[in-house]
């Protein structure tokens, strides 16, 4: 019996940290995501979002042209608003990282960073970036000031040409586009 107990925990545990596959659906198009297994909490508080219908017909919230792309759920009346906590989980707000800000969410579209501009998040977050995480920085752009504040949970696997389309639109002066841009999310 002990062994049989001891093979289900560890089939639980296995189960437990599975990549799982999401489509954001959008107006502009379609964005694919790999959810990440090594964020358990944070992959499955999406999973429960969008299965809920949390995530149906959302509205892009907010654009920052080379940073991020944010869409907010709108709680149920009553509903408490959703302390997720943010854990580090050790991968970069590279450009198409998938993150968490409680029940909003948002894709990095962030452009290349300098070695410049590197030292100054450094300076202004207290974050030490090693060569290793530099280097990604400077080739594949982000949001390296956002570090140690939001969990990544996520990657976009295809439709980062959606995520610019979605960038690239006029907004006013508090970031929201002037064209509305609608969202749903499948998890599969």
């Excluded at 499955?44 to 919230?61: I, Q, R």
């Excluded at 410049?116 to 080739?139: C, N, P, V």
């Excluded at 980062?160 to 749903?184: C, F, G, M, T, Y």
Aim: with cysteine; aromatic share 8%.
């Amino acid at each position: 019996m002990r062994a049989f107990s001891f093979s289900l925990l560890v089939f639980l545990l296995a189960c437990g940290q599975k990549d799982r596959s999401a489509v954001i659906h959008t107006t502009m198009g379609d964005i694919r995501v790999r959810l990440f297994g090594d964020t358990p909490g944070h992959r499955d508080h999406f999973a429960e979002m969008a299965g809920s219908g949390a995530y149906d017909s959302l509205a892009v919230s907010s654009i920052e042209r080379d940073f991020v792309v944010q869409c907010s759920a709108v709680r149920p009346a009553g509903a408490a608003k959703a302390a997720f906590p943010v854990r580090p989980s050790g991968h970069p707000l590279l450009r198409g990282a998938v993150a968490a800000n409680g029940a909003s969410f948002f894709i990095v579209q962030g452009r290349p960073q300098t070695d410049a501009s590197l030292d100054k998040w450094e300076k202004q977050t207290g974050q030490k970036f090693d060569a290793a995480r530099r280097g990604q920085y400077k080739k594949s752009g982000g949001a390296p000031q956002l570090e140690g504040r939001h969990t990544v949970f996520g990657e976009v696997t295809a439709g980062l040409d959606v995520v610019d389309k979605i960038a690239a639109l006029p907004r006013d002066a508090s970031d929201r586009p002037l064209l509305e841009v609608r969202v749903w999310v499948e998890v599969e």
